[in-house]
């Protein structure tokens, strides 16, 4: 009887330490600064960890679990497309999506 009672309280805290766990998906511009964090995050490459890091640690958040270039039609329609002949830069109109660990 005692191991089914330390099993069922196993089992309920383990539900609620999965339910504090948080993950949230923020969308950043991909803004060039002429160090090239920008490629970095964008292509998803190493380089670009301590930035995703940096910025999720920045919103309390513990960690960055991905980063990747997303492209502006999949976020809803909630960004608006930049004219190409307003825009110069490689890095213009390309956004970043970064998610955040809790």
């Known amino acids: 009887m005692k ?10 805290l383990s539900a609620v330490s999965v339910a504090h766990a948080d993950n949230r998906i923020f969308i950043v511009a991909n803004q060039p600064d002429g160090y090239g964090i920008d490629e970095c995050l964008a292509r998803g490459e190493k380089c670009g960890t301590y930035a995703a890091r940096s910025y999720c640690q920045s919103r309390d958040f513990t960690e960055a679990t991905a980063f990747h270039r997303v492209n502006p039609d999949e976020v809803t329609g909630s960004i608006q497309k930049v004219a190409s002949a307003s825009c110069r830069g490689s890095g213009c109109a390309e956004y970043v999506a970064i998610t955040c660990h809790r």
Request: net charge neutral; aromatic share 10%.
């Open 3 to 12: 191991s089914i009672l330390a099993l069922v309280a196993f089992v309920t």
